[in-house]
């Protein structure tokens, strides 16, 4: 039971997300690429993710379909594009509390035997 439930919460997480509206276009990266694999037999699946996501967004032929990959939009950077708004400069507060010029410190000068430590503990009760 706690795992369906685990994997309930997490399904509900994952598609409240823009992520998973993002992760609902991959038939479309997947058409896309036979299209391309149509026209350049050669073509491997890496080049085709270089040219769409890595090299920039040239507009070509295909540029709007192009833009109907997943993760082409920015529609799915709100949380990062809060986190760029970050202030340059932060204000500068210093708490320096005096420090005691000398700490005197006691020391025990008792002795402890360790050795009888062990035995005294379990030793039946003496009347």
Same mark, same amino acid.
């Given at each position: 039971?706690?795992?369906?439930?685990?994997?309930?919460?997490?399904?509900?997480?994952?598609?409240?997300?823009?992520?998973?509206?993002? %992760?609902?276009?991959?038939?479309?990266? /997947?058409? !896309? +690429? &036979?299209?391309?694999?149509?026209? $350049?037999? @050669? %073509?491997?699946?890496?080049?085709?993710? /270089?040219? !769409? +996501? &890595?090299?920039?967004?040239?507009? $070509?032929? @295909?540029?709007?379909?192009?833009?109907?990959?997943?993760?082409?939009?920015?529609?799915?950077?709100?949380?990062?594009?809060?986190?760029?708004?970050?202030?340059?400069?932060?204000?500068?507060?210093?708490?320096?509390?005096?420090?005691?010029?000398?700490?005197?410190?006691?020391?025990?000068?008792?002795?402890?035997?360790?050795?009888?430590?062990?035995?005294?503990?379990?030793?039946?009760?003496?009347?």
């Amino acid at each position: 039971m706690k795992q369906f439930t685990a994997i309930l919460l997490l399904l509900i997480y994952t598609c409240s997300g823009s992520t998973f509206q993002e %992760l609902r276009k991959a038939p479309v990266l /997947v058409e !896309h +690429y &036979l299209e391309h694999k149509i026209l $350049d037999e @050669d %073509l491997s699946l890496v080049e085709y993710v /270089v040219i !769409h +996501y &890595l090299s920039g967004s040239e507009k $070509d032929a @295909d540029y709007t379909r192009d833009l109907q990959l997943p993760f082409r939009c920015a529609d799915f950077l709100t949380t990062a594009f809060a986190i760029a708004f970050i202030p340059a400069h932060f204000l500068e507060l210093s708490f320096l509390a005096p420090l005691p010029e000398q700490l005197n410190y006691t020391v025990l000068k008792d002795r402890f035997e360790l050795l009888r430590l062990p035995t005294a503990i379990w030793q039946p009760p003496q009347l």
